[in-house]
C-alpha cells in the first residue's frame, strides 16, 4: 500500500511540475501571438540536424527568408523539423514574429506555434492522471479500513 502512496506522490509532483511549465508556454505562446506581425516568406534552404537522443534520425528544419515591416530581409532556421522533410525550396510560407526582435520568427502553423504545448501537456496528462490515480486508490482503500475499523463487526472463524 505505501508503494501505491509513493508512486502516486512521485507521478503527481512530476505531473504538477508539468503542468505549471505546460501553463508558462501556453501564456508564452499567447503573448508572442498577440504581439505578433505576419509576413510573406520563402523556404530558401533545409538544415538537416538530429532528433535527441538519436545518432541516425535526421530532421530537417526549414531555412526561412522574409521581410519584417519597414525592416531588410531577414533569415532564420525554424526549431520544428521533421523527417521526411515537411517543405522543400522555394516553398511559400507565412511567418509570425516579434517586431523588435525579428530573428525569431516562427512559420506560421499548428504544429510551429503549438508543438511545445502539446507534448508539455501530453506529458503532464501521461504523469498526472496515473499519479492522482493512484492517490485516490490509496485513499479510498484507508478511508474504507478506518471506516471498517469503526462500524465494522469482528468475525472469529477457523479455516479449513
Not at 537522443?53 to 535526421?58: N, Q
Not at 484507508?142 to 468475525?155: D, N, P, S
Request: glycine content about 10%; cysteine-free.
Amino acid at each position: 500500500m505505501k508503494i501505491l502512496r509513493t508512486l502516486g506522490f512521485i507521478f503527481s509532483g512530476v505531473g504538477l511540475v508539468l503542468l505549471i511549465a505546460t501553463v508558462l508556454v501556453v501564456d508564452h505562446t499567447n503573448r508572442f501571438m498577440k504581439n505578433a506581425k505576419t509576413a510573406p516568406g520563402v523556404v530558401v534552404d533545409l538544415r538537416l540536424g538530429t532528433v535527441s537522443g538519436s545518432s541516425t534520425t535526421r530532421s530537417h528544419h526549414p531555412v526561412v527568408r522574409y521581410t519584417p515591416e519597414g525592416q531588410e530581409a531577414v533569415e532564420f532556421v525554424s526549431s520544428f523539423g521533421s523527417s521526411p522533410p515537411r517543405y522543400k525550396k522555394g516553398d511559400a510560407v507565412t511567418v509570425r514574429y516579434d517586431p523588435e526582435s525579428p530573428y525569431r520568427g516562427r512559420i506560421d502553423g499548428f504544429w510551429g506555434t503549438w508543438f511545445p504545448t502539446v507534448i508539455l501537456g501530453g506529458l503532464t496528462a501521461l504523469f498526472g492522471i496515473p499519479g492522482l490515480t493512484l492517490l485516490i486508490i490509496f485513499y479510498r482503500a484507508k478511508a474504507r479500513e478506518e471506516w471498517l475499523r469503526l462500524h465494522g463487526r469482528i468475525i472469529s472463524t477457523d479455516f479449513q
